[in-house]
């Protein structure tokens, strides 16, 4: 008999489904007073599963998110393709040390690189559109390190009823 942790098949539909659903809780209007607060949610995604599963996502599942999104949100072609392969080299490489992280400790990274990568997007958009960069922008990055513990809880319970494993 197969039993679902040895069958290797939650990967196929469990990461993919999630990032999806990332890429539309991204996409979806949000009121205008709530325009800046909104987490990234992509990057929330993007940065559990490579640090549950870095030898199975990566910074090319990274890049080909950030292609998705950039052609979602009509932005610079390339654009999150660059910051969301940023986000995922960064995790995959320090995967391990930041497992021992406690959670509030990994909100901390998260608030560090959600800040870096609005930092580029606002960057190039001030380059290419000539918006201002505002405080008001970072405002994402706090509620992203604020809503990390329940993304993570959520992506390590459905990681661990799909049966994905590092070790695959």
């Known amino acids: 008999m197969i039993s679902r942790r ?7 539909w469990v990461v993919p489904g999630s990032l999806a659903i990332a890429i539309l809780l991204t996409v979806l209007p949000y009121p205008d ?3 800046f607060a ?3 949610w992509v990057t ?8 549950a599963t870095p030898k ?3 910074v090319g599942t990274g890049w080909i998110t950030g292609i998705l999104v950039d052609l979602l949100l009509h932005t610079l072609f390339g654009l999150h393709a660059v910051t969301k392969a940023f986000v995922a080299m960064i995790a995959v490489t320090a995967h391990r040390r930041l497992r021992m992280y406690h ?13 870096v990568e609005i930092s580029f997007v606002n960057w190039v958009f001030h380059l290419t559109n000539d918006v201002a960069m505002r405080l008001i922008f970072w405002q994402s990055a706090l509620t ?3 809503v990390w513990p329940v993304v993570y809880t959520i992506l390590r319970y459905a990681r661990q009823q799909s049966g ?3 070790s695959r």
């Open 44 to 51: 929330l995604v993007l940065f559990y599963w490579c640090i």
């Open 56 to 58: 199975k996502v990566g």
């Open 103 to 115: 959670l509030w400790q990994q909100c901390i990274i998260v608030f560090i690189i959600s800040a």
């Open 38 to 40: 909104v987490p990234n």
């Open 144 to 146: 992203s390190a604020l």
């Open 164 to 166: 994905i494993t590092e």
């Open 6 to 12: 040895s069958s290797g098949t939650g990967y196929r």
């Open 33 to 35: 007073w709530m325009r």
